[in-house]
């Protein structure tokens, strides 16, 4: 079925309500009728305006419509002198309407075929291309759910042959092949002839055979061709293609990341697409999870045209993606450029950190010692000793911002705090596997953890499980002492009211410098303190001594010292673990716990159990041609069970309601704990920051990056409350401030371009109408700057206007066309020799303007004038269903702006990693603070990585990427410290457990792990403490060997 018509049928967030438009169960592509000129749509990189973007694609996707193409423009059909106006029409445009109808007949011939005698291709991302990181999805076990897939299609009729044992089996099979590590002694069972490929490239649009042929010459000379051919990795399971998705182009040349953002990939990996289309004649393709690179290559962001690459290479096929439920903005971008169903799959399972190993250790002679207190003091005396001497053999005592000098007591204080924190952290248990939902006490601890915070109004059974247990148990009390607060920045959190007019440049310097900023020192969370006199197992000093009453049923439930509110939270957890698993019955009287679990039997766990058997119903409707419903995205833990159950083609948010009311609390919130966490560090008002904008993560939350750059420099959005919709700003005056406002530089990335251009004019213009104030130096630095710049500008010969416009560039980010940071080969391929590399590509792929009206103007001076002034640069992240190790994105982004600062400022500024998690308690640490946290939480965690070692070849690609990531913060930030390399060395190749684990499911994994920690020793990021590191470092000949077979 082909739609025409733009907005919704459906509600987004609404119940699900099936609509006419899927009455006869089949696909739905939207076709859209543009309202901008044919010319202007070719001349264009995004594609479709803002105004199309709202009402003929993100509307439309609520529906479950498939994004096809712009069929139509407008034109001027003829002038009309009694009106004195061109009267407007659509014109039909013929190739884009073939390629739609091409699509149409694809689906509908899918539907048609009985299953047994269809053709699907199936491909696997793998990236970094080494063969130690094969099949990558963020989150996904993907080899076992490619197996899980062949089943249930092997089931379903399709006619699959010798499907492997399991997925580690489906690795070793494929790693027989060629892989973007080479094929030199490999067995190479398909090939694509050079006369075959060049037909397909000569049934291109010219300017594609002329860009590839300009930057990798004759197909001839391609890597992969041997004997007249190319020699593809791919691997025939019956009727079933499997295929490793073939490297950009970036590891043939890691230099090109310095100067080829828009790098147009290589012959290979057109020919392995020509491949799968016409000599295997699939009739769909799946890639299986997040996410390949197609969706990520050179040309328009939406409505593409035949030469943009993603529609040339894969044309009219249909596209199936299984893809992660809470990133919808990655996901996103493959429906709209790819025309993909998306079909979303489970996050890991989550469970609380707890204590293990040294960190027990100390916790019990953290308990010994409180308990001695007031007893000997000798004997105290010798334990305050033997924690601290511990702590520092470990390094703790930085992770847990125990300063050189500080007293014992104030640092044995601090060093609880951090225990409790460390223990309560949420970290994966594993991985999904698509089509099999989590079981015994995977399911307990992922229900606890969905039900942990408030769900929808947050009341009766939609309360946090947890505080409905504090509330029955009675933990109501009144601290013996308030805890010390430190004055508000501003009162009035950024609102508009009438207040006194305060100087906006005064700190009480005594109360900021002084007084401890967090339950844990180092941390700025959004908690109230003092004046409560009700216990929030959610948001509490962990530390401070629990007084109140001590519940027998949570007093039995830990033979363990019931100390501080950090025990409290403890009993609490373990009591809602046992409650959800059926091992102890709630008490009668309980009434709030009693609703919340009854709510969990009856939606909560049975939608989790529910996910993996629609994981794979969802893909075989799509495989069927029949219609796939649609569903919300976002991340379950921060209050979205709705996402659930998976295996639905998500959507994600109307951009024109970005940011929403709430965001923007939280925007606000977060922003004045940033501006008073610098003020603590640095002893003064902040001037300047640097933001990094996700698309993704502002689908996730509606906003929460933009609202904070907003409130930062004292700007809030207006509503129209009726449509929800974003219609202007409004700029807070400074008696309401009562604070300076602050500069911001914003890196938004390519998705975050192509999503939001509405969120990119809102800012432009707000952040211009601020540096146009006539308001004091030391309130607005940003007038100022701006004012200075454009008489520096205008002084070198550039007119007012031109001047003006250059100063107040504020937003950068990727070419048109592009994506990324250019970070990720350079790291990836060993391409760097010094931090100043690396932040030469950050620059070179992040230094196009945008801003109302812009699209992306080359302004590299502008942006290093930029980043040469920001104090700190500042990294949110809203959910902990990952982390900053999980992801070359965070160090790309962050890490790249910090090195490029440091390079063109010459010093490193200081760098911020925001927990937005809990919107109601934003947390702001330093980056060192949250490495720290997650290497002693999750990364030498036997918990976790026992997790990953159930996933065989995928968890040790897991342990592998992990220490990728952080080797990667070390070269960007130097924000690793030695105990940080030293406990991941520890952890995964000093323990013979673990290494032989991976010398037996993916030596590749291992030897690039190895190779990456002597690297670390090579450039002097990491001075083992042993001289046997280097030499345990060193792989036997064995392992060299069992690395180049096969895992």
Not at 288 to 294: Q, R, V
Not at 353 to 365: T, V
Not at 593 to 620: F, N, Y
Not at 726 to 734: F, L, W
Request: proline share 6%; with cysteine.
């Amino acid at each position: 079925m082909i739609n025409t018509t733009g907005f919704a049928v459906s509600a987004p967030g609404a119940d699900r309500q099936s609509t006419v438009l899927e009455a006869n169960d089949a696909i739905v592509l939207q076709a859209i009728f543009s309202a901008s000129s044919r010319e202007a749509w070719a001349a264009s990189s995004q594609g479709l305006s803002a105004r199309d973007l709202g009402m003929n694609v993100a509307l439309p996707e609520v529906d479950g419509r498939v994004l096809s193409r712009a069929v139509s423009f407008k034109s001027a059909a003829r002038y009309d002198a009694a009106v004195e106006a061109n009267i407007v029409s659509s014109e039909p445009d013929a190739g884009r309407m073939n390629y739609v109808a091409s699509l149409a007949a694809n689906w509908a011939r899918l539907r048609q075929m009985p299953a047994e005698s269809r053709r699907v291709a199936l491909v696997i991302a793998n990236y970094p291309n080494r063969d130690g990181r094969l099949g990558n999805g963020v989150g996904l076990d993907t080899p076992a759910g490619t197996i899980e897939v062949m089943r249930a299609m092997e089931k379903a009729g399709y006619p699959i042959a010798d499907i492997p044992a399991d997925g580690d089996a489906l690795i070793r099979h494929l790693m027989l092949g060629p892989t973007n590590s080479g094929f030199d002694g490999k067995v190479v069972r398909e090939r694509l002839s050079l006369s075959r490929y060049k037909d397909f490239l000569e049934s291109l649009p010219n300017q594609i055979q002329d860009e590839v042929n300009a930057r990798w010459g004759a197909p001839e000379a391609d890597p992969y061709v041997h004997d007249g051919a190319f020699a593809l990795p791919f691997a025939r399971f019956g009727e079933l293609l499997i295929g490793i998705q073939p490297a950009r182009g970036y590891n043939i040349d890691p230099k090109e990341s310095y100067h080829s953002p828009d790098l147009v990939p290589p012959h290979g990996y057109l020919a392995f697409y020509a491949f799968l289309r016409e000599e295997f004649g699939a009739q769909a393709v799946i890639h299986m999870g997040k996410h390949g690179n197609l969706e990520w290559l050179p040309g328009k962001a939406l409505a593409l045209s035949e030469a943009c690459y993603p529609e040339a290479i894969l044309g009219p096929l249909p596209h199936l993606y299984p893809f992660i439920v809470n990133d919808p903005g990655e996901g996103t971008q493959a429906k709209r450029r790819t025309a993909a169903v998306i079909i979303d799959h489970l996050t890991p399972p989550l469970t609380r950190a707890e204590s293990y190993g040294p960190l027990k250790d100390l916790e019990a002679l953290v308990d010994e010692y409180y308990e001695a207190s007031g007893g000997d003091s000798r004997r105290i005396q010798l334990l305050s000793r033997q924690i601290l001497d511990l702590v520092a053999d470990i390094g703790l005592d930085r992770d847990a911002g125990i300063a050189k000098g500080e007293s014992e007591g104030e640092a044995l204080k601090k060093l609880d705090a951090y225990l409790c924190d460390l223990k309560e952290m949420q970290i994966r248990d594993g991985l999904h596997v698509f089509g099999v939902s989590p079981e015994g006490r995977l399911l307990t601890d992922l229900t606890v953890a969905l039900a942990r915070v408030p769900r929808g109004l947050g009341e009766g059974g939609d309360a946090s499980l947890q505080r409905a247990i504090a509330g029955d148990a009675g933990l109501s009390f009144v601290p013996a002492t308030p805890p010390s607060v430190l004055p508000d920045i501003s009162p009035t959190g950024g609102e508009i009211d009438k207040g006194p007019d305060l100087s906006s440049t005064s700190i009480v310097w005594g109360s900021l410098v002084g007084d401890p900023i967090s339950p844990l020192v180092g941390e700025m969370s959004g908690r109230t303190e003092g004046g409560s006199s009700t216990f929030d197992p959610l948001d509490c000093d962990m530390a401070a001594i629990w007084t109140g009453p001590r519940a027998e049923i949570l007093a039995d439930i830990l033979d363990a010292p019931w100390r501080t509110n950090g025990d409290t939270v403890e009993r609490i957890e373990l009591l809602a673990t046992k409650l959800v698993s059926g091992e102890i019955t709630c008490p009668p009287l309980w009434s709030q716990t009693r609703s919340v679990l009854d709510e969990i039997e009856a939606r909560l766990k049975p939608s989790i159990l529910a996910c993996g058997p629609a994981e794979i119903a969802g893909l075989l409707r799509g495989l069927d041609g029949r219609f796939v419903p649609p569903g919300p995205s976002g991340a379950p833990t921060r209050g979205r069970p709705d996402v659930l159950p998976t295996g639905r083609n998500f959507y994600s948010v109307d951009s024109r309601a970005v940011p929403t009311p709430a965001a923007y609390e939280l925007g606000k919130k977060s922003a004045e704990l940033l501006i008073r966490r610098y003020v603590q560090d640095h002893g003064e008002w902040p001037i300047s920051f640097g933001l990094t904008a996700w698309g993704t993560s502002n689908m996730r939350t509606g906003g929460d990056d933009i609202a904070q750059a907003l409130a930062l420099i004292g700007v809030k959005p207006v509503w129209d409350m009726a449509s929800r919709r974003v219609t202007g700003y409004e700029i807070i005056p400074q008696a309401v401030l009562r604070r300076p406002r602050v500069d911001v530089t914003l890196r938004i990335s390519g998705f975050f371009r192509d999503a939001f251009p509405e969120q990119i004019a809102l800012f432009d213009k707000a952040i211009r109408a601020v540096g146009a104030l006539e308001e004091d130096a030391a309130d607005n630095p940003i007038a100022e700057r701006m004012r200075g710049e454009a008489a520096r500008l205008a002084a070198a010969g550039l007119d007012e206007k031109a001047a003006a416009k250059r100063a107040g560039y504020r937003i950068f980010g990727s070419k048109p066309g592009a994506y990324g940071a250019g970070l990720q080969a350079l790291i990836d391929e060993k391409g760097w020799e010094q931090r100043a590399d690396l932040a030469e590509a950050y620059l070179v792929w992040g230094s196009y303007a945008y801003g109302a009206g812009e699209e992306g103007r080359a302004e590299r001076g502008v942006f290093e004038e930029q980043l040469r002034s920001i104090q700190a640069v500042v990294q949110n992240q809203d959910n902990r269903e990952h982390d900053l190790l999980d992801s070359d994105d965070y160090y790309q982004f962050e890490g790249g702006m910090a090195a490029a600062a440091e390079m063109v400022g010459g010093a490193r500024p200081a760098i911020y990693h925001n927990d937005h998690s809990r919107p109601e308690k934003p947390v702001i640490r330093s980056l060192e603070e949250e490495i720290g946290r997650v290497v002693r939480g999750r990364v030498v965690n036997p918990k976790w990585i026992e997790g990953v070692m159930r996933h065989g070849y995928k968890g040790a690609f897991e342990i592998a990427a992990t220490v990728d990531y952080l080797f990667a913060f070390a070269a960007t930030t130097g924000a690793v410290g030695n105990h940080h390399f030293e406990a991941v060395y520890q952890a995964f190749v000093a323990d013979p457990k673990v290494r032989d684990f991976m010398a037996e499911k993916n030596p590749a994994a291992l030897s690039d792990m190895r190779e990456r920690l002597m690297e670390a020793i090579e450039r002097r990021l990491w001075t083992p403490r042993s001289n046997s590191a280097q030499f345990n470092l060193t792989e036997s000949n064995e392992t060299k060997k069992r690395a180049g077979r096969q895992p």
